[in-house]
């Protein structure tokens, strides 16, 4: 398994294709999640699309570490329009803040981060997990819902379109939420988006495989070191 790394930069560069099946194996996500956002940092070239990561107050979105990682700034913009244009799409800035402990490679990768907008965003959040709120035997049979602006199947376009698709569970780590890529699953650019149990976001999209196939792992939203992380912006009592 390797980091969905932020591979998203510079795609203003891409050909722009039409809507098609999938983050892979979904659909287009429409109005469905509209907490959901896309993650424009810079690279060099101003703020450009990069990830995605989930409101979870007023004016907090939780993504992933490893979407920081060749940034050249901290000021980043969101995007919560289920289908992103350059220079037509709202956008609104924020500061991004990666867990300081991110260690890829680490026991806990502690693959979490934040951005703090500037202004509380249009569009109410989603609710996080209370402590360690995810069981092994209450998760099988389950069906966990992926949420994402990244690449649709695996011709690497992205084409600015948020998408849903479900996985089913796979198995649970201390730090980490392991799913199948079928029915449907991930790919690049679906960083930091999340796992989604019910309402509830139970996790944030961290590793997969290159072809975006097999199994993909969310970075878990309800353990101590999570919580302990996001404590620091989010009222979790």
Known sequence: MRPFWAILAGVAALAV?????????????GS??????????????????DCSGVLVAPQVLVTA?????????NRVEVSFDD???????????????????????AKDTHDLAVVVLDDKA??????LPQAG??????????????????????TFVFDGYRRMSTSSFTSLKPTELKLSQKPGGVCFGDSGGPRLLGTMVVAVTST?????????????????????FLAQYIDLS
Not at 19 to 29: Q, W
């Open 208 to 228: 997969g495989n290159r072809n975006c196939t097999g199994q993909s792992t969310g970075y878990r939203l309800d353990t101590p070191s999570a919580r302990a």
């Open 83 to 105: 289908a992103y244009a350059a220079g037509s799409s709202s956008v609104f800035a924020g500061t991004l803040y990666p867990d300081k402990e991110w260690s890829p490679g």
């Open 65 to 73: 570490a490893h979407c920081t990682e060749g940034t050249s700034s």
């Open 122 to 127: 249009p569009v109410a959040p989603v609710a």
């Open 32 to 49: 469905a999640h509209p907490a959901v956002a896309l993650l424009l940092a810079d690279r060099g070239n101003g703020p450009e699309p």
């Open 17 to 29: 294709a039409a809507p098609a099946p999938a983050i892979t194996g979904g659909g287009l996500d």
């Open 133 to 154: 709120a995810l069981d092994k035997q209450a998760l099988k049979g389950a069906e966990i819902v992926n949420v994402g602006y990244g690449y649709f199947d695996r």
